[in-house]
Every structure is written in structure tokens, then in C-alpha cells.
T-cell receptor, first 109, second 117 residues
Framework: GIQVEQSPPDLILQEGANSTLRCNFSDSVNNLQWFHQNPWGQLINLFYIPSGTKQNGRLSATTVATERYSLLYISSSQTTDSGVYFCAVYSGGYQKVTFGTGTKLQVIP | EAGVAQSPRYKIIEKRQSVAFWCNPISGHATLYWYQQILGQGPKLLIQFQNNGVVDDSQLPKDRFSAERLKGVDSTLKIQPAKLEDSAVYLC???????????????FGQGTRLTVV
């Protein structure tokens, strides 16, 4: 099956810093989604982005499907950004969703 | 619009007991997923339904896990008998509005945290 790797696995930031999270996938996909899992375990949709760039406030995402990667940018980080960030790829005729390994982010004051 | 509803939120059982989880997807969504998330790992797909038919259950431990989706709406996931390694969060998600209107973006419920002792 398709493999989805994320880097870095762990990241500690000072409040106000910027960061880039990366998601690599091993095969062609129909679509890609970024999630934030908060400390209570809820998966929150950030971006649904098969290609190109999208922005929402301090967050933006870019997917380059032909090169099989996606990037999530967090600018001016806040303590509430802490948690685990997952990318997930959609593949196959029935849109199977496969999750990456996750990046655990801690933003310190 | 109501999101994906799951119950119970928490469950503690002894090994070898049975347990069931319930999921109500977003109204009109054709696809329903059950995931298992072990602490420190990403969610792993257990089973995927398209309407009331199974399209992927390749990672479902069928000797102890079963799932059904009645009338293509609500779904239940059952474990019988439970093992210690089944301790995890069980997440339900739905996507793909019927009729093809809208994209296949998946939305997740809050999950059920299962502890097997």
C-alpha cells in the first residue's frame, strides 16, 4: 500500500517562530488533507488540497502532486498550535484515506 | 450542520469481554470509515463502507472485530473478545456526499477511548 512519511517527527518552537512541516508519499494520490490533532484527541481539518497552495490565516499549505509531497507552513506560532499534525492521502477508486506518521509540535511561551 | 457523532466517549473493560462502539455520520455522506489510533501513532484504517457495503477491510482483525452499517447510515464496531493490545482510540469519519455534490473531504468524530485491563 501507499506509504506516507512526515518530517520532522518532533518540533519545539518558541512562540512567534515560523515552521515548515513536510509530508512525502510513495505513489500517486487523488487528494491530500492536513489535520491538527489537539490535546483532547480531536482531529481538526486544516486543508483539503490536491495541488497548489491554500492559505487560512497564519497557516498555509502547498501540495506538489507530481513530486509527491506537501508542505504545511505555520507562521507566528502560538501555544494553541501545539499538538500533532497529520497529513492523510486519498487513493484508489473508493478514496481510501491513509495517514502519515505525524509531527508532534510543542510551542513554548 | 451536525458533525460525526460517536458514543461512548470512554470505555473501560476487562480482557476477554466484548464492547461495541456507535457512529452516526454526517447526514448524506456515503462513505464511512473506522480507524484505530494507538497512543503515539497515526490512525490506522480498520474498515471502510461505501453506503452499506464494505469496500476495504484488509486491516480488520476479523477473528475478533466486526462492523456493520445499517441502511447505509449509522455504524457499529464490535470487539469480541477484547485483548490488552486493543486499548486505543477508535475514530469514525465520514465523507463523500451522495449524488457527487461536493468533494470527498473526510470529517472525524471525537472518538471513543477504549482501555482494556
Amino acid at each position: 500500500g501507499i506509504q506516507v512519511e512526515q518530517s520532522p517527527p518532533d518540533l519545539i518552537l518558541q512562540e512567534g517562530a515560523n515552521s515548515t512541516l513536510r509530508c512525502n508519499f510513495s505513489d500517486s494520490v487523488n487528494n491530500l488533507q492536513w489535520f491538527h490533532q489537539n490535546p483532547w484527541g480531536q482531529l481538526i481539518n486544516l486543508f483539503y488540497i490536491p495541488s497548489g497552495t491554500k492559505q487560512n490565516g497564519r497557516l498555509s499549505a502547498t501540495t506538489v502532486a507530481t513530486e509527491r509531497y506537501s508542505l504545511l507552513y505555520i507562521s507566528s506560532s502560538q501555544t494553541t498550535d501545539s499538538g500533532v499534525y497529520f497529513c492523510a492521502v486519498y487513493s484508489g477508486g473508493y478514496q481510501k484515506v491513509t495517514f502519515g506518521t505525524g509531527t508532534k509540535l510543542q510551542v513554548i511561551p | 450542520e451536525a458533525g460525526v457523532a460517536q458514543s461512548p466517549r470512554y470505555k473501560i473493560i476487562e480482557k476477554r469481554q466484548s464492547v461495541a462502539f456507535w457512529c452516526n455520520p454526517i447526514s448524506g455522506h456515503a462513505t464511512l470509515y473506522w480507524y484505530q489510533q494507538i497512543l503515539g501513532q497515526g490512525p490506522k484504517l480498520l474498515i471502510q463502507f461505501q453506503n452499506n457495503g464494505v469496500v476495504d477491510d484488509s486491516q480488520l482483525p476479523k477473528d475478533r472485530f466486526s462492523a456493520e452499517r445499517l441502511k447505509g447510515v449509522d455504524s457499529t464496531l464490535k470487539i469480541q473478545p477484547a485483548k490488552l493490545e486493543d486499548s486505543a482510540v477508535y475514530l469514525c469519519a465520514s465523507s463523500s456526499p451522495r449524488g457527487g455534490k461536493g468533494n470527498a473531504e473526510a470529517f472525524f468524530g471525537q472518538g471513543t477511548r477504549l482501555t482494556v485491563v
